[in-house]
């Protein structure tokens, strides 16, 4: 196995095969000239910003399933095009994730598929590396191979965490069964993305999320994270890996909005609550990373009430066009202090992703 240094001098360069990348730094050199750059300051100091909730496609690891990536607006032929982006919203690193599509592949494809894509997000991120990290992708439906992608991806790869879903073909992430893999992240101490996958509600529910207002990812996705972080606080894995580094797309789902029914449940109805907690269930929110993507700024300011500014970091969901006003939201959410701003905005994303200030 080549080592991370062998690795990156390999790849440098070699960019073909990510949707979004292109000829790499000439491209970002091309991109910066044409589109001025938004320097965001708190205060009169400047401040790194970082993008937790960014997405990408690897079009060759889809074919190993034979699928193609879509919408298009993940196929972005150069680097140049998603940095001017960022530069004009004022983002100044993205930390790039796939959504897990590939759940269902047995043990060979699955290997192949992860391997191939964690070198392509490797090599983006070697080709600008002031700009983007990643997450590394992990086939969580074999717990122990996904612990070995972990563990590659971070050591060989350089990637800074792991990109997951809320469930896995209908198994929930507290299972006993994903123990490998919690122990793995634990153990290396990185991140954990967790994103819904696309059709996240319960599948008793789809039928009713059919219709007008694509409910089944408006209401489905953040139910689908909502389900996940309950189980993972009742199912007591909170408890068995405490070190563990989560982060909840799109501000956690509703479980911060009503978070204290959950305190409530095992005091009014103690027999539902069949495994042993270490502290309120309320408590483990603060445990918890969200990312920002809550649209108002009072339902910005409830997020920080509920979990503490110093557990929320800021995601934009790009390409999907969601907001472009993510580091104004954080700005303009009255009642925030400076440093609270600043940590939101980029300085907590820097330390969980080893991001230089």
């Excluded at 790849?11 to 050199?29: E, H, K, R, T, Y």
């Excluded at 408006?218 to 563990?244: K, M, R, Y």
């Excluded at 501000?251 to 103690?270: E, M, N």
């Excluded at 069949?274 to 502290?279: D, F, H």
């Amino acid at each position: 196995m080549n080592t991370r240094r062998e690795f990156i001098e390999e790849s440098a360069g070699a960019m073909a095969g990510i949707a979004f990348v292109g000829c790499g730094l000439a491209d970002a050199a091309s991109a910066q000239a044409q589109t001025r750059r938004r320097e965001v300051v708190v205060n009169g100091r400047r401040v790194k910003t970082v993008d937790v909730h960014a997405h990408c496609s690897v079009p060759e690891a889809m074919a190993l399933m034979n699928l193609k990536v879509a919408p298009e607006t993940l196929l972005m032929s150069k680097a140049s095009d998603r940095i001017r982006a960022m530069d004009g919203q004022g983002i100044d690193v993205a930390a790039l994730s796939i959504n897990p599509y590939w759940y269902k592949a047995d043990r060979d494809v699955a290997r192949q598929l992860i391997r191939v894509q964690n070198e392509k997000l490797a090599e983006a991120c070697a080709a600008n590396p002031d700009r983007f990290v990643a997450f590394a992708s992990v086939a969580l439906q074999h717990p122990d191979l996904a612990a070995e992608q972990l563990e590659e991806g971070v050591k060989k790869y350089g990637l800074r965490g792991a990109g997951v879903g809320g469930s896995v073909n209908g198994e929930e992430l507290a299972d006993p069964k994903f123990y490998p893999f919690w122990a793995k992240a634990e153990q290396l101490g990185v991140l954990v993305f967790m994103h819904p996958q696309a059709a996240g509600a319960p599948a008793d529910l789809q039928n009713r999320l059919k219709g007008s207002g694509g409910l089944g990812n408006v209401i489905g996705n953040p139910l689908e994270t909502t389900i996940a972080l309950s189980h993972l606080i009742f199912e007591g894995t909170l408890d068995q890996f405490p070190g563990l580094k989560i982060c909840a797309a799109h501000g956690g789902g509703y479980l911060p909005s009503y978070a204290g029914r959950s305190d409530a449940g095992c005091v009014t109805f103690p027999d539902w609550c069949t495994k042993p907690l270490k502290k309120k269930p309320t408590e483990y929110l603060r445990q918890l990373y969200f990312d920002s993507l809550v649209f108002t700024p009072e339902a910005l300011r409830h997020l920080v009430a509920e979990t503490g500014s110093s557990q929320i970091v800021m995601g934009t969901d790009y390409p999907f066009p969601w907001t472009k006003t993510s580091v104004d939201h954080i700005l303009g959410t009255p009642g925030l202090t400076d440093d609270e701003r600043m940590a939101m905005l980029g300085a907590t994303a820097a330390k969980l992703l080893g991001i230089k200030p």
